[in-house]
């Protein structure tokens, strides 16, 4: 895999996945996760208080990731792209909410699951658009 799909792979994922998490988490299921999410004061910054640095490297660090396991897996092609993404967020998503499931009370059973399909979901959006940006490059 070239640096440069590698990079372009990267940035386009990294975008791309600020802007659905932004407007599945932040819109559509906002309300819905704070139900199944722990309300303690304090938990849970406004988006006055958001970190954005951090927000930003996290995000770009998940398109960098699927786009170095893509450029190793070949799969320069959306279809190719989504099923590798899909696979890697799903197992991403499972091991980094189950281990905060079990340290930490954040959130029920159903706010685990649903944080879990939707990642998934959201990685096999990011690794088509991914496949897709690598196979032009």
Do not use: P
Request: hydrophobic share 50%; with cysteine.
């Amino acid at each position: 895999m070239s640096s440069k799909k590698f990079l372009a792979g990267g940035l386009a994922g990294g975008i791309a996945y600020f802007l659905l998490g932004y407007l599945v988490f932040g819109i559509l299921l906002a309300d819905f996760m704070k139900t199944h999410s722990n309300s303690t004061a304090g938990v849970y910054r406004t988006m006055e208080d958001m970190i954005w640095w951090s927000m930003v490297v996290g995000n770009l660090a998940f398109g960098f990731l699927l786009s170095y396991v893509i450029g190793k897996a070949g799969a320069h092609s959306v279809s190719g792209g989504f099923k590798t993404g899909l696979i890697t967020a799903l197992l991403y998503s499972i091991t980094s909410n189950c281990i905060m499931y079990a340290l930490a009370n954040l959130v029920d059973t159903t706010g685990l699951v649903v944080d879990i399909a939707t990642t998934t979901i959201i990685g096999g959006v990011l690794g088509a658009i991914i496949g897709w940006v690598q196979s032009k490059v």
